[in-house]
Every structure is written in structure tokens, then in C-alpha cells.
């Protein structure tokens, strides 16, 4: 449990995804409230404009704040990445962004020119970290080998209907940290009692249990509501841990082997371990 993701105001981020306009606004002010200071945008959602508003509005300093957002993969040819991120930081109305992530891995697959554009986007001052999502863990490992500056995280899809063995396993192995996105499975984890059952031991809900479970894994996470009770609920997973044996029952949903996404859904994804 450790990188800059994994502290106890960064832990729990606030995505964005698919929010936009008032919408989006709205339920940045209602996580701003909550307590929740880290946020998670990308140029593919549209809503870095509307995020950028409303972290200004809430008038939190921008020292408190953890901002992440990511280059989409139209925007990694050489002539396009930079000026890409420049027009995000305008959006966004930051001079830098805490983190700055590569979104997808490039169509051939061929990581290193991105990766390249990605220093460079650190080099030049326009984000403190960089990272990358949706990489494999082969795509991990030659990432941490290709390049000289550490890699902040790889945010993927993580929740407790889906193994990911494969990656927590790298993960320690890289020392590149993983951060977690569909984080309650987009609710398909409310069809599974035990959740709640074990949610009733601690007078917890079936999300916060979910979600304190990939805390515990070692993965920070990012969660998205416009319910203001549901988003202040996901901020509130700090006051109980799990036992040893109840996370070892949820450990057994993973063989559901639950993902949503995938080549169906996003036809240039990778084939994921």
C-alpha cells in the first residue's frame, strides 16, 4: 500500500465518467463536500471544462486537491500529445495536473513513442506524475523497464467480481501501483447477498464493503454517484477494515471473472491477463 495514490485523502477518488455539463458539476460539489479531494477526469469524457469549473467554484486550494486526467489515444502522435494536454490544462483552468495518464495503450500496442511523449509531458512541467490505464501486466513490466521516471499507477478495472491475480502480482513485482475503476462492478455487485451479509457485521452497505475490500488488496479507488447520501457513503470507508476471513469470502467472487470491459465494448482494448 503505498505511492502517492495510496494516502488517506487520495485513497478515495471521485471519477467523472460519464458526467458532463450541470450534471457534472453538481456531483463535484456534492464529493467536495463529502471530503473527497482527489478527482478523475480524461479527454475522451468530454467533461474536463465542467471539471475544472467546479473544482474552482468549490474554492478548495489547489494544493489539496489530486487532479488526474488522460490523453486519449487519438492524441498520441507526436505533432498532437503535447498540445492535447496543453488545451486539458486550459479546460481544467490548472497550470498542471497531479497525474497525467496515458488512457488506453496505443492501437499497434507499441507502448515506448507514447511513453516517450508522456516524459516529455513531465519533463515540460505540465504534470507532477505520470501513468498509464488499461495496460496488461507484460505492458507494465516494459513500461517500468522502458522508462527512467517512476510510474504513478495503472488505473483498470478492479472490483470484487473479477480476478485480477495477475495484476496485483505485477503490480508488487513493478512497484507501479494499481487504481481502481468500476469499482462496484456498475452495481452487478448487488446481486450477491454475501456482500450484505457481511456489510450487516459491520453496519456497512454492500458497496462499502466491496470498496473496503480494494482498499485492503491495495489499490486506491475511484467511484462515481450523483447521489449525494451514495457519494458521501463511498467517501466513508476509513472507520472498519475487514477480517481476515471475510475478505478471504469475498476473494471467491472473483471466479465470476465479471468484466465490463472488454473488446465488446472497447474494440482497440488489449487482450487483458
Sequence with gaps: MSGIYFTNTFARGFGTYPLTGRECEEAIASATDAGFRAFDTAQMYGNEADTGRALETSGIPRQ????????????????????????????????RVDVLLLHWPPADFKIEPALELLALAHQKGFTDHIGVSNFTAQMMRDAKAFLDIPIAVN???????????????????????????????????????????VGKHY???????????????????????????????????????????????????????YRIVNKTLVPFAPDFD
Design 203 to 257: 453496519g456497512k452497505s454492500s458497496a462499502q464493503v466491496a470498496q473496503r475490500w480494494i482498499l485492503q488488496k491495495g489499490v486506491s479507488i475511484n467511484t462515481m454517484s450523483t447521489n449525494p447520501a451514495n457519494i458521501q457513503a463511498n467517501f466513508d470507508i476509513d472507520d472498519f477494515e475487514l477480517s481476515s476471513e471475510h475478505m478471504a469470502s469475498i476473494d471467491k467472487l472473483t471466479a465470476q471473472n
Design 155 to 197: 488505473q483498470v478495472e478492479f472490483h470484487v467480481l473479477l480476478n485480477q491475480d495477475t495484476l496485483l502480482a505485477t503490480s508488487a513485482d513493478t512497484g507501479i501501483p494499481l487504481s481502481s475503476y468500476c469499482s462496484i462492478a456498475r452495481g452487478e455487485i448487488f446481486k450477491f447477498g454475501l456482500l450484505a451479509d
Design 64 to 95: 489539496e486537491l489530486f487532479v488526474t486526467t488522460k490523453v486519449e489515444p487519438d492524441n498520441y502522435a507526436p505533432d498532437r500529445f503535447l498540445a492535447s494536454v496543453e488545451a486539458s490544462l486550459q479546460q481544467l483552468k490548472m497550470d
